[in-house]
């Protein structure tokens, strides 16, 4: 059975830990975050897919929708959980910190 919005809102807290199944693969613990479990090459895994209130029931099970996609083509959700994260900003890479620092370096012997 689909968990509703208000389900999930009136979850009282507990001694010990629980678990808000809202279908057999989707889930959400005491930590309100969504997860879905899954299995990858004969593994069991799981995925967060957002915090509640911000990631709603109905937008879990979208998320879940999409990750079984992912699945379903043969890649490991995890691995491009992580791999999407690993984007390099531009403005943190030790060629455009060294040219600042050289820059600074120039005004510095220019001034004197």
Request: hydrophobic letters at 35%; glycine letters at 4%; proline letters at 6%.
């Amino acid at each position: 059975m689909a968990l509703t919005d208000k389900q999930v809102r009136s979850a009282k807290p507990s001694d010990k830990p629980y678990k808000l199944v809202n279908t057999l693969d989707l889930y959400l613990p005491g930590s309100l975050i969504w997860y879905l479990k899954y299995r990858f090459e004969g593994k069991e895994s799981r995925v967060p897919l957002g915090s509640y209130p911000e990631t709603s029931p109905a937008l879990a099970r979208e998320k879940r929708n999409a990750t079984k996609r992912i699945l379903k083509s043969g890649l490991n959700p995890s691995q491009q959980c992580r791999s999407e994260k690993i984007i390099v900003d531009e403005s943190l890479t030790f060629q455009y910190i060294a040219t600042l620092w050289h820059t600074d370096c120039l005004r510095l012997v220019v001034a004197q």
